[in-house]
């Protein structure tokens, strides 16, 4: 297993933009790869999944046609844009490595530190 390193996150007003990165130092990400993110009190949930070649990407319902996932396996780093945000996009966000972009699970129980979000109102 690789150690995943979130970051970007921030404090942002509701309606507003950021862009979370994750990255792998020292070899590729060689699977599918996805975010997940867990609210204060509350279970940690699937947001953004995809696949190793980029061609395929799946999304939670209640980020799509909001959030993008991207990655460069060159740079063997991982995006999420994160637009329109919400209160309730308020939470830790984390990077996973997965195998089924569609199943919302990840691979390895190894979550690291994660990225602070905080969309405020």
């Known amino acids: 297993q690789v150690q995943l390193v979130a970051s970007g996150g921030g404090l942002v007003q509701a309606g507003g933009s950021l862009r979370l990165s994750c990255a792998a130092a020292g070899r590729t990400f060689l699977s599918s790869m996805g975010w997940f993110r867990q609210a204060p009190g509350k279970e940690r949930e699937f947001v953004a999944a995809?696949?190793?070649?980029?061609?395929?990407?799946y999304f939670a319902d209640s980020v799509k046609g909001r959030f993008t996932i991207s990655r460069s396996n060159a740079k063997n780093t991982l995006y999420l844009q994160m637009n329109s945000l919400k209160p309730e996009d308020t939470a830790v966000y984390y990077c996973?490595?997965?195998?089924?972009?569609?199943?919302?699970?990840?691979?390895?129980?190894?979550w690291g530190q994660g990225t602070q979000v905080t969309v405020s109102s």
């Open positions: 996973a490595a997965m195998r089924d972009i569609r199943a919302q699970k990840s691979l390895y129980d190894d």
């Open positions: 995809i696949t190793w070649s980029g061609g395929d990407t």
